[in-house]
């Protein structure tokens, strides 16, 4: 068996990262988040060495528009099962996805082929916001991104993980001295808004374990943060070295790696 994921962008111009697990000769793919434009997201599988029809199933966290993207035009078109929360679809208006639409909820476990996914609610200023952990019982990987504090229920989902995608999203001081208007500030830097490095680092101190593998920085503002003030957050709180620590590229994403 094998579980392993690739980044194929993160930030706020689109989010999407790519589960695979292997159990002998099977292979199974859930795309997380899906917000990219249609084109863009078939040009970054390709570099993977895959295509859209090699996607058997995408989850959906939210209905911000980075992370559904070209959700529904793919799903149609290749005939993809989608799992979101019933809150995330019909904040997108209720769309008809021709039977491939499933409900997820926090807490109910549902299973793609060998993973096996767990939905957790996350604070954050959606509908109703999900965030997983998937695991092919031998593995685990956690993906949170997109919340504005880390609660113990979500904390409780991490436990365990061998990987880690994590938002980092911005630095305070960066954020209190940009142009941004002061509403989008207090969003973004507020309960229900995105996490910063800070806390991000907070997050890993609680679920850190020695066999915590792989942690990518996630989800980082352009304008508001910098790949080396998180490097220096997610090193700190896992006692590792800068070098170590990897961060998801708005555009490039990240190359495969073993959960």
């Known amino acids: 068996r094998m579980l392993r994921f690739r980044n194929l962008g993160s930030g706020s111009s689109g989010n999407a990262t790519l589960v695979e ?123 949170l991104t997109d919340l504005g504090h880390a609660p113990a229920e979500v904390l409780k989902h991490l436990s365990g993980c061998h990987a ?17 208007p002061f509403f989008l500030k207090r969003r973004v830097g507020g309960a229900h808004g995105h996490l910063a490095n800070a806390q991000a680092a907070q997050v890993l101190q609680a679920v850190r374990h020695d066999g915590l593998n792989h942690v990518v920085a996630a989800h980082l503002s352009r304008k508001n943060n910098r790949p080396d003030l998180a490097r220096s957050a997610v090193a700190g709180a896992l006692n590792r070295t800068e070098d170590e620590v990897l961060v998801a590229d708005p555009i490039h994403g990240t190359d495969w790696l073993s959960a």
């Open 164 to 180: 880690l995608l994590l938002e980092c999203n911005h630095d305070p001081d960066l954020l209190e001295a940009s142009a941004y």
């Open 21 to 143: 697990a292997r159990s002998g000769s099977a292979v199974t793919r859930i795309l997380v988040g899906c917000g990219l434009g249609i084109r863009i997201l078939e040009r970054r599988l390709a570099i993977a060495g895959l295509c859209t029809g090699d996607i058997d199933a995408l989850f959906i966290t939210h209905e911000h528009s980075d992370h559904v993207g070209c959700a529904h035009t793919l799903a149609l078109r290749e005939r993809i099962p989608v799992w979101m929360s019933h809150g995330t679809w019909s904040a997108q208006g209720g769309r008809d996805y021709e039977g491939l639409l499933n409900t997820a909820e926090h807490g109910a476990a549902f299973e793609v082929g060998p993973l096996q996914v767990h939905p957790f609610a996350v604070p954050h200023d959606a509908r109703e916001p999900l965030q997983l952990s998937c695991t092919d019982g031998n593995r685990r990987l956690g993906v």
